[in-house]
Nanobody, 123 residues
Framework: QVQLVESGGGLVQAGDSLRLTCAASGGTFSSFYMGWFRQAPGKEREFVATITWRGTKTDYADSVKGRFTISRDNAKNTVYLEMKSLKPEDTAVYYC????????????????WGQGTQVTVSS
């Protein structure tokens, strides 16, 4: 059973940066496609970014492209989400997810989920 634990969320001002970290255990991390999703109050969970198991390819939601960067360190069983130029609309609970096959943008394709970390961006 794969376990994912996110950290790094917090309260920041618009324009600030944050780095989220997701630590994985209990599985072969390097074999999983990894993704970040987020969910704001009253809204559906939405795709943010994904990265292939070797880290050679990434994909982003249009709303974060150019501001967020997903990366992974397979030696540390960790995936990161670097967030810059944060906006109030980025406020949400951010979830890390792992997929046995390419997950893409659809949350239903991901097999394991973390508990989430809150990111709040004030204007």
């Amino acid at each position: 059973q794969v376990q994912l634990v996110e950290s790094g969320g917090g309260l920041v001002q618009a324009g600030d940066s944050l780095r989220l970290t997701c630590a994985a255990s209990g599985g072969t991390f390097s074999s999983f496609y990894m993704g970040w999703f987020r969910q704001a109050p009253g809204k559906e969970r939405e795709f943010v970014a994904t990265i292939t198991w070797r880290g050679t390819k990434t994909d982003y939601a249009d709303s974060v492209k150019g501001r967020f960067t997903i990366s992974r360190d397979n030696a540390k069983n960790t995936v990161y989400l670097e967030m810059k130029s944060l906006k109030p609309e980025d406020t949400a609970v951010y979830y890390c997810a792992a997929a046995k096959a390419y997950g893409g943008h659809y949350y239903g394709n991901y097999d394991y989920w973390g508990q989430g970390t809150q990111v709040t961006v004030s204007s």
